[in-house]
């Protein structure tokens, strides 16, 4: 899987709107994006994923660069309850096809002032 | 709501023991996952399966080993655990690949204190 860039930390605060910034230079045309979150002292949890075109659930916003080099996580109202590490993956649907690991960088460190 | 249970939630063992950590999923997943994470080294994979008795290495497999006799369960063991092997210790599944999605979903995690 390509590699991504995440800063180490983030801080804002509470109900206010996060960006969470994600570079993937090296991205292929078959390289979908992933978010993750880790709260803690649990296991990480999927956010949301896209190819191209911004996506939302309701959870997140996800908006993709138009060359795809870079992707932003948009937390609309930030709570107490979204502080946790946030990691950008890339899965390679062609090589991976789902049956292998994941693999997380270092993500970053969201942290939300009251 | 999708759920993937782990059997502790914190373990402390002794040099030497034999250790199962169990992991159960209710959502008729094809595929299993097992991962260590440790400060500094991000998730690492130890092994995976994509079907019942079915087991892949993944990049750390040395001193575990899995069995998977049935769909929903998958067992990891230290045969003979040791304090390098102390790490939370993570499980997952997810469906069989439709082409595009193949999310990941992680239990709770067990932290695993071996000394």
């Known amino acids: 899987d390509a590699k991504t860039t995440q800063p180490n930390s983030m801080e804002s605060n509470e109900e206010e709107p996060v960006h969470l910034p994600c570079n993937h230079s090296?991205?292929?045309?078959?390289?979908?994006i992933h978010w993750y979150r880790q709260l803690p002292s649990q296991g990480p949890e999927y956010v949301i994923h896209?190819?191209?075109s911004n996506v939302n659930n309701r959870m997140a916003s996800l908006a993709i660069a138009e060359d795809r080099k870079s992707s932003t996580l948009i937390l609309h109202r930030a709570t107490l309850r979204d502080a946790a590490v946030y990691y950008c993956?890339?899965?390679?649907?062609?090589?991976?096809?789902?049956?292998?690991?994941?693999?997380f960088g270092k993500g970053t460190h969201l942290i939300i002032q009251p | 709501d999708v759920k993937v249970t782990q059997s502790s939630r914190y373990l402390v063992k002794r040099t030497g023991e034999k250790v199962f950590l169990e992991c159960v999923q209710d959502?008729?997943?094809?595929?299993m996952f097992w991962y260590r994470q440790d400060p500094g080294l991000g998730l690492r994979l130890i092994y995976f399966?994509?079907?019942?008795?079915?087991?892949e290495k993944g990049d750390i497999p040395e001193g575990y080993s899995v069995s998977r006799e049935k769909k929903e369960r998958f067992s990891l063991i230290l045969e003979s655990a040791s304090t390098n092997q102390t790490s939370m210790y993570l499980c997952?599944?997810?469906?069989?690949?439709?082409?595009?999605?193949?999310?990941?979903?992680f239990g709770p995690g067990t932290r695993l204190t071996v000394l």
């Open positions: 997952a599944s997810s469906p069989v690949w439709d082409g595009s999605l193949d999310t990941q979903y």
């Open positions: 090296t991205i292929s045309g078959t390289d979908y």
């Open positions: 896209g190819l191209t």
């Open positions: 993956i890339l899965r390679d649907v062609l090589t991976g096809g789902g049956a292998d690991g994941l693999t």
């Open positions: 959502m008729d997943h094809e595929n």
């Open positions: 399966s994509y079907d019942v008795k079915m087991k």
